[in-house]
Nanobody, 126 residues
Framework: VQLQASGGGLVQAGGSLRLSCATS????????MGWFRQPPGKDREFVSA????????DYTDSVKGRFTISRDNARNTVFLQMNSLKPEDTAVYYC????????????????????WGQGTLVTVSS
């Protein structure tokens, strides 16, 4: 499985961006997809995830109501719509594939994700 993330950029606070993560290769092996982010000088953290089959979603508290994760199985692509962006959302955003086995609930742990995209930088100015 290969992942290609895109859509990052510079945006003012209150603005929106949509990140995309295109998957290729053995996509049939994917059980879920996640978005993580790494703010400057900090550890990588969970943002959101979606199960590949049922489409169940999960969000970290700080983005609930502002971010929406979705998937287009026909295009093997996952999206992260980010609205009402804040300066604290500034980070490199990574998409990742969970191939740990079937789940009806998205996984949050980084250890469950064994394929990672290259990251896309989101900068939110105040």
């Amino acid at each position: 499985v290969q992942l290609q993330a895109s859509g990052g950029g510079l945006v003012q606070a209150g603005g929106s961006l949509r990140l995309s993560c295109a998957t290729s290769g053995r996509t049939w092996s994917i059980d879920g997809m996640g978005w993580f982010r790494q703010p400057p000088g900090k550890d990588r953290e969970f943002v959101s995830a979606i199960t590949w089959g049922g489409g169940a979603t999960d969000y970290t508290d700080s983005v609930k109501g502002r971010f929406t994760i979705s998937r287009d199985n026909a295009r093997n692509t996952v999206f992260l719509q980010m609205n009402s962006l804040k300066p604290e959302d500034t980070a490199v955003y990574y998409c990742a594939a969970d191939r740990s086995g079937y789940t009806n609930r998205p996984r949050r742990g980084r250890a469950s994700y064994n394929v990672w995209g290259q990251g896309t930088l989101v900068t939110v100015s105040s």
